[in-house]
Each structure stands twice: as C-alpha cells, then as structure tokens.
C-alpha cells in the first residue's frame, strides 16, 4: 500500500477548510431514497457532529498537534471560523505570487546552454575509481540535461551521505570548465571546504584546472591574490564558505554554484545567491533537506533529483539511544577499539568540553584521546584532525564541525551526548559520518532522561530509530517537517499562520493557489473550493468488496488527492488487480471522480442532477465554449434551458448509471472544445 497518504485516526484532529478544526470519529454508511453513501463523522464543539461525504475529501487535512497545546475545537455556524480563513487564503495568495515572482525571475533570466563534448567527458568518468549506482546514472543524467538548457538550472540533489553526490558535483563542474566557465562550490564549514579541496584536486589532477580555497583561514595576502585570479580566470574552481558570497567578488565568468549542505547556511546567505547567481547554474547537495526546501520541491518550485539506493557493501549504521551511563559509554569505546576502530565523541558545548574529555579520560584511561571543535585555531584544528587520520588517537571529543563532509573510514563509532537537544536532518547527517566502509558501524544517542523528553523530542529519535535503513534521508526529511509543522517557506516566519491551520492545509492552499497563478486563474485561486456533486447516486466501496474500513479510508482519501484522469485510471487498475472487478457502486465512484476532475478545469462550481432535471453552476470565468454549446442547444431546445446562473438539462434515463455516464460523455466534450 502506498505511504504518502496519512490515514485518519479515530480522535485526530482534522481541519476541514469550510468549518474548521474538529475531530475525526470514524465513518458511516447511510442511505436516503434507496441511494448509499459513506460518510465521515467529524465532532465539533458542543458535541455536534458534521457529516462529510467520501467525495469531499479533499476538504479535510490532517491538523497536527505539539506538545504543550491545547487545540480548540471550531464551533459550527460560527462566523469566526470564515473570517480568519479569509485573512488566511489572502496571506496564502500573497505567498504564492511572491514565490512565482522569485523563481519566475530565474525562468526569465536566459542562463548558458552547456554542450558536453563525449569524449573529454567519458574520459573524465573513467578515472572515478567506484562503479556508478543505477540512481547515480539517473541523477548525473538529470543534472546534465538541465545545464544543456538555455535557463537557468536550480536542481537538489537528495542522496545519504556517501551515497555520491560529490561526484556528479565534479562532474557538472568538468562540464563547465569544458565550456570555458568558472565554478563557484560554497561549503558550511572550514573543514568541509578543505575536504572537497583536497577531493577535488586529487580528481582533477591529471587536467590543468586551478583550484583555489578561500575560508576564514585563507591570509590576506592570498585572499587578495585569488580575488584578482578569479576577475582574470586563472580560477577555474573556487571552493569555500559564506565568504565566497561577498560582493567584493567579481568573477570572469561564473557559470555553476554548487551548495553542499544547504541547511546549515542561514536566511540571509540563501537571499543573498538569490540575488548574486540569478542567472547562473545552482546545483544543491543534501542529505536531508530542511522543510522549507521541501516544500518549495513539493511545490513544483524547484527540480529535486534523489539518490536512494546505496553503493553496494554498504551496511546500515545500527542505532540506539540510551539514558546516559558512564559505564555504558566506557564500555562501547572499549569494544570500537578493540576491533581497531575509531570513536567520535560528540559534545557541543565548547565551553564545557575540556572538563568532558578530562573525565572520558579518567574513564577510559585506555583510550587515546583528542579535542576537536571550531573555535580553535585553524592551524591547531588542522593538526588534530591529521594526527587522528593517521590514528594517533582512539577518540576524537569534538562539537557538530564533523556533520558536515567529513569523512574518516576508521571511524565506526559515534555517541552523541544530549542527542534529545539536535533536530532530525542534524542527527541523520551526523550518523553518516561513521559506517563509510563495509564494517559495521554504530551510532549512540545518548539523553539524560527518558521522562523528561518532549513529545516532539520522542519522534524525532523514534523517526531516527525506525529509519535505520541506508538511502532514508529524505523520508527523514518528510517526518521532520511533519513534527516541526511549520517552516520558512519565504525566508520570514509564517509560523503564526501555519500553527493556527496546520501544515497540511496550508500546503495544500498554497499548492493551489500556485497552481492557479500558474495558468493565470486568477478567480478562484484563494481557496480549497471545488465542484459541488449532487447526483442523487450510490457511490462508494462497499463492505463485501473492501471489508476492511481503513483500506477502503485510504483508497477515498487516496481518490480525492487525483487531479488527473491518467492517475484516476491506473489507481482503478490497480484496486481490480487486488480486490477484482468493480461493484456498481464502486464503478459509480470513479465515474463521479471523473465529473469532478474534468469540472474542476471547466471551472464549475456545482452539478445538481435527479431522474429527469438537472443543471450545472459555475464559478467566475467559465472556461466553456459558449458558441459551441449554443448551437448544440438550438439543435434541441426542448432539452435545454440556460438562465445567467445556470444551465438546465431536461432529460430521462432508464437507471441512475447511465445518467451519470451521460454528464461525464457531455463534459468530457465539452472539456474537448472549452475555452483556451
């Protein structure tokens, strides 16, 4: 069964966009006139229960709840609930042009269509000394087509630690110094900046690329020195932190960024290549992206690539957390050594870890040990990470500088101390920094109590715990925007907005109103509403087709997501190769959902329908073929009445079946003929 879809649970909480916040209380089956529908029972304030057919979910989101709150249930035929949903969708809609606006901007701006010469390149691709994994291949592939384009490219890669990513970030890089063009890798950290220096010197060294560094390390002399390279291209690569954002910089001809790790830069450096690389190639690497850049992917705001599958010998880093024990932490130092192995020993207090590594080493006299952390100097940080390379030391006791690149085979073990305190992409990205190697590795999250975690504390080292399989990056991601439940979607807190309606809806609003913008619907993109169905029809899954009343939950909810016929028909397919050929009234369900797709893009707003009378109402901005139809009336004109508000049909069927069959024929023609 496919996972995406979140299933209601009796007592959650659920937001539904016409009435508010309620909770959900499971479904029922009800008939009226020989017709059957199942419904959702939704409590509100004062006990009242509101009914919701199965063909309006879409209406529903999940509304999560954090600890610490205490959610207020909406009172129903209040006007409360619709006023602030108008502020709301008006903040939404703002967001959303802001956002088309933003990367409209990189759309319109014409960057530079790179050619691969096939040669030089497969050349290039031999020297790789690992074989390439099958999501490598996709991914490198992706990564080319969109640099071969006259815009702009601004692709993420997602891929686990080790997982590649560096590579196809060489292999853009060889693409445009092939095209004449100069590359820009900006890194979070000083160490990270010298790993992919050295990395990107050893994979170059047979061709005559000049590679530079620039960090807070780089003396004045040298930073003057590559400033001048750069403006007369004797920099072909420049690799280095937020420095290499600074508006003194004037490059040649600037053709690639690449961001690694992305979120670990702030706000402000993420506006600032906003507004330095409009026109410029950006390729971002990430082992798990923070929310907001998980939204904006989900938005169909930027291209993401995932690289989920492992390289082969790889094995998943086995994961624990404990309540913190001196004796515990003693005894899985002892073991990693013994096996020859080495020990990160993260704790991230810089001004407390001397004491701590005085202790570990009463504790573990046995142990060789070292301190390593980012307010030493740079030449005195440098020497402790080469003399633990060269295994002089069993235990490096450092702060969070080793989330980021680097990359120490020996290493098998990391124990973090007040791991309740990291969120999820910090604790993932800080796992993978043992397990390189086909050895087993592991890692320790150390708390020091289990009673006092918070509720959001608890899920995020669950998460963690129940994603211990290698390639689970971005499934991390998605549970970690779930738990947060809200994100900086624009770079400014929308939080007020998002905690008081939930994440889910407001995603989904601001999908809409996207979507809308995008084809320049610029009537109804304010909210969630859709096509009203009234046909008088039994539409539903019924209990001997489908017994199990989850299932069949998932499956409504699962077609009410549907915004196309294709995706319609393959679900369809897929509900008969399990459970076999469609009931009537199940037949009847998808027919309807065919009504309220090909509607929903006629922009109407409702379609009422009995034995003999119908009539179909619309919102503003009908997208119908007006000319057409009035020559299809005039054919039959006993059969047609049409009034400002509404078009009336007058006919008789021989069952309700065929009746619903003739509007989705109608529609479907009319759909065909509509308004451009």
């Not at 923070?290 to 995932?306: D, M």
Request: charged share 25%; aromatic share 12%; hydrophobic share 40%.
């Amino acid at each position: 069964m496919e996972t995406n879809i979140k299933i209601f649970q009796k007592n959650q909480t659920i937001i539904h966009y016409k009435y508010g916040i309620g909770r959900y209380k499971g479904m029922c089956l009800i008939k009226n006139n020989n017709k059957e529908m199942e419904f959702l029972i939704i409590m509100y304030a004062n006990q009242t229960k509101l009914y919701v057919p199965i063909t309006s979910l879409s209406l529903i989101s999940i509304y999560p709840e954090f600890s610490g709150t205490v959610t207020s249930l909406n009172t129903l035929g209040q006007e409360i609930w619709n006023k602030e949903k108008k502020k709301f969708t008006k903040k939404i809609y703002d967001i959303a042009l802001q956002l088309i606006n933003t990367y409209a901007k990189r759309k319109v701006q014409l960057g530079f269509s790179f050619k691969k010469n096939k040669i030089q390149y497969k050349k290039f691709c031999k020297y790789f000394p690992y074989k390439e994994t099958k999501d490598q291949k996709k991914v490198i592939q992706e990564v080319l087509k969109d640099m071969s384009k006259k815009e702009a490219m601004d692709r993420l890669i997602c891929g686990d630690v080790g997982f590649g990513k560096t590579e196809i970030a060489m292999r853009a890089s060889f693409i445009a110094i092939n095209n004449k063009k100069q590359v820009a890798i900006l890194v979070p950290t000083t160490l990270l900046a010298q790993q992919h220096f050295k990395n990107f010197k050893k994979r170059f060294n047979t061709y005559s690329t000049k590679i530079k560094i620039l960090t807070r390390f780089t003396k004045k002399k040298e930073i003057k020195k590559i400033l001048e390279q750069l403006q007369t291209k004797k920099i072909d690569i420049l690799i280095g932190t937020h420095k290499i954002l600074s508006h003194n910089i004037i490059w040649k001809n600037l053709g690639l960024l690449v961001v690694d790790e992305e979120h670990r830069f702030g706000v402000s450096h993420k506006e600032m290549i906003k507004k330095l690389y409009v026109n410029i190639d950006i390729l971002t690497l990430t082992a798990t992206p923070i929310p907001r850049t998980l939204s904006l992917t989900t938005l169909g705001l930027r291209n993401v690539s995932i690289i989920a599958k492992p390289p082969k010998k790889r094995i998943p880093i086995k994961t624990f957390i404990k309540k913190y024990d001196v004796l515990t932490i003693r005894k899985i130092i002892l073991k990693a050594i013994k096996k020859k192995g080495q020990i990160y020993y993260l704790y991230n207090k810089v001004k407390d870890i001397e004491n701590k590594t005085i202790k570990l080493k009463k504790l573990i006299p046995e142990a060789k040990i070292c301190i390593g952390h980012g307010q030493m100097s740079g030449q005195k940080l440098k020497t402790v990470m080469k003399d633990f390379i060269l295994y002089k030391f069993d235990v490096l006791v450092c702060t969070t500088i080793i989330d980021t690149g680097i990359d120490i085979s020996n290493v098998n073990t990391i124990i973090i101390e007040n791991a309740d305190k990291f969120g999820i992409s910090q604790l993932h990205q800080l796992r993978g920094r043992v397990g390189r190697t086909s050895h087993q590795a592991y890692a320790w999250f150390f708390v020091n109590s289990y009673k006092k975690l918070t509720k959001n504390s608890k899920k995020r080292l669950n998460a963690l715990i129940e994603s211990q399989f290698l390639g689970s990056g971005f499934k991390l991601s998605i549970k970690d925007s779930e738990i947060r439940g809200t994100g900086e979607i624009l770079g400014t807190s929308q939080s007020g907005h998002i905690e008081k309606f939930g994440i889910n809806l407001y995603k989904k609003l601001l999908q809409n109103a996207i979507e809308n913008l995008k084809k320049n619907d610029l009537f109804h993109n304010f909210s969630l509403e859709t096509i009203d169905l009234d046909l008088n029809i039994s539409a539903l899954f019924p209990k001997n087709y489908i017994q199990n009343i989850h299932i069949r939950l998932f499956y409504y909810q699962k077609i009410s997501e549907i915004k196309n016929l294709k995706e319609l028909k393959k679900l369809k397919k897929n509900i008969c190769n399990i459970y076999g050929i469609l009931p009537i009234f199940a037949n009847n369900l998808f027919v309807l959902e065919k009504i309220r797709i090909i509607g929903s893009n006629l922009n109407i707003k409702k379609i009422y329908s009995r034995s003999k009378l119908g009539y179909i109402t619309f919102f503003q901005n009908p997208k119908i073929n007006f000319s057409w139809l009035s020559k299809e009336i005039l054919k039959n004109p006993l059969k047609w009445k049409i009034t400002p508000e509404k078009i009336y049909f007058y006919r008789q069927f021989e069952n309700d079946e065929k009746r619903i069959f003739w509007y989705y024929k109608w529609l479907k023609k009319v759909y065909l003929l509509r308004k451009i």
